[in-house]
């Protein structure tokens, strides 16, 4: 296997910035294919107050990159930092960057994004080409990055470093393209001969993820079944069209988790710790989170849990739907996450409803996160549509059986007790209803009260390989393609 010096470009990552799966993502795939002998650098924007708030140092570069954008020419210091042996490059543009939300405020999206990130592309080329060496990979993530493509095929092709870079671009959310107002073309520079409905023109107006589209070498989503769900209209999101066109370098490798860290073995946030053949510390969890939700303490009764943006495409609304059922039933549910301020204040109304029974912790927090994927007995995921999803993921890592929707990487990573009885790890329903999701449910908790059948699940979900390993090898085996 050639050892390849690869470029992630993002607008987060792990654990310098996060606001969701993005960062997690671009945190812990570069370590994975460190291990496997490549040379990786992220670079993504220097959000000053994030970036100290998650207690990370950093350093000047003495180095700074000068570039004009929207009538100003400005001058972006770079800054470095190192953690757990990986690089990152910082570009410094405080009036930008230095805010309290990264994309926008609780709920919001910033006027002047498309300035922000389009700056960001074109600094962090700048930067990528002051690397040692000549560059084979630069691999870019949704919207904010999805100009550097066509940026590096048409602005960017005499930087000798890195114009023989092949670029891959992970769509981790198609619903989110980046569209703004066409005006933003000449103030910002961008290559005007590509606004038509081949290129970057979406209804008059810019898309940057039809850029990246168009432009890239290859394009990846974050799992098989997105990979091919994209291409339909339900879930193609008025690009299906356009996917189909470019669908020859279209594929899907499912996300991994950074399994040293997401470990019940080692996990210093939960009460006692347990593995595969050393259970007996999740129950320990689970009392340990029925009190402090104000719960009674009973092993015998299903705590269902589930961690979300409180949103429809999460399917939120299928949630609440049900929650009075399941507590005349008898059960415990702990719900963490915020969102839409409807599903909040329902939320909040069913607590005063059900205190002894019901759950609501609005916003996110870390420590009780894990507690709850370490507590919980059933993890609910009703997703409309979910490009992979993590929190899955890092329930069966817990053992905390999940119960999903069958769509996208929730299907391709949790393997149904109805499809096969000695592997699974979870159940599936199909139908986006309350009544498909409850039944779906009702059957966990009668598998739950059947100890062998149950302890049978629970330890292939504890055992499952979420790792980036198979998946790191499959990026490594495209970037290879690629390059050959």
């Not at 994004?113 to 592309?121: M, Q, T, W």
Request: one cysteine or more; hydrophobic letters at 40%; aromatic letters at 10%.
């Amino acid at each position: 296997m050639a050892k390849l010096s690869i470029v992630f470009i993002a607008s987060e990552a792990a654990p310098l910035a996060k606001t969701g799966g993005l960062a997690d993502v671009v945190g812990s795939l570069p370590h994975a294919l460190k291990k496997l002998g490549h040379r990786v650098t992220v670079i993504m924007p220097f959000y000053r107050q994030q970036i100290s708030d998650a207690g990370i140092e950093t350093r000047s570069m003495k180095l700074e990159v000068e570039m004009w954008a929207d009538g100003q020419q400005r001058h972006c210091p770079l800054h470095k930092t190192t953690v757990d042996g990986l690089d990152f490059i910082l570009i410094e543009q405080d009036d930008l960057y230095a805010r309290d939300g990264i994309y926008g405020p609780p709920g919001g999206a910033y006027e002047d994004n498309l300035l922000r990130f389009l700056l960001f592309d074109r600094v962090a080329l700048e930067a990528a080409a002051l690397l040692p060496g000549n560059t084979d990979i630069i691999h870019c993530h949704d919207w904010q990055t999805g100009m550097i493509p066509l940026l590096l095929k048409t602005q960017y092709y005499h930087h000798a470093k890195i114009a023989q870079a092949r670029t891959v671009y992970t769509i981790h959310n198609l619903a989110y393209q980046g569209v703004f107002p066409a005006d933003w073309i000449h103030r910002l520079g961008i290559p005007s001969h590509h606004f038509n409905a081949e290129g970057f023109e979406f209804h008059d107006q810019i898309n940057c993820m039809k850029a990246a589209i168009e432009s890239c070498d290859a394009i990846t989503t974050v799992s098989p079944s997105y990979a091919q769900e994209i291409l339909t209209p339900e879930y193609g999101s008025a690009l299906e069209g356009f996917l189909g066109n470019h669908a020859a370098k279209l594929s899907g490798i499912v996300n991994g988790l950074d399994i040293d860290d997401w470990d019940p073995l080692t996990d210093s946030n939960i009460v006692e710790n347990y593995g595969p053949g050393k259970i007996a510390g999740k129950k320990q969890c689970k009392k340990d989170l029925q009190e402090r939700c104000g719960f009674e303490v009973s092993a015998k009764i299903p705590m269902l849990t589930i961690i979300s943006r409180l949103a429809e495409q999460k399917g939120i609304d299928l949630l609440i739907a049900n929650i009075e059922a399941w507590m005349k039933r008898g059960y415990q549910l702990v719900v963490l996450g915020s969102g839409d301020a409807k599903d909040e204040e329902q939320l909040q109304q069913l607590v005063l409803k059900h205190p002894k029974q019901l759950f609501f912790y609005k916003g996110f927090n870390e420590g009780l996160a894990r507690k709850i994927y370490a507590g919980g007995d059933i993890f609910l995921m009703p997703s409309r549509f979910e490009p992979c999803g993590l929190g899955q993921l890092m329930a069966m890592r817990y053992g905390t059986v999940p119960v999903v929707r069958a769509t996208g990487g929730l299907r391709d990573t949790v393997t149904d007790y109805n499809d096969s009885k000695t592997e699974a790890t979870g159940i599936h329903f199909t139908e986006a209803t309350a009544a498909a999701f409850d039944l779906a449910v009702e059957q966990a908790v009668e598998l739950f009260h059947k100890p062998s059948v149950w302890s049978h699940i629970r330890t292939h979900a504890l055992k499952r390989d979420s790792s980036w390993d198979a998946s790191a090898k499959e990026y490594s085996q495209l970037y290879e393609s690629l390059l050959s």
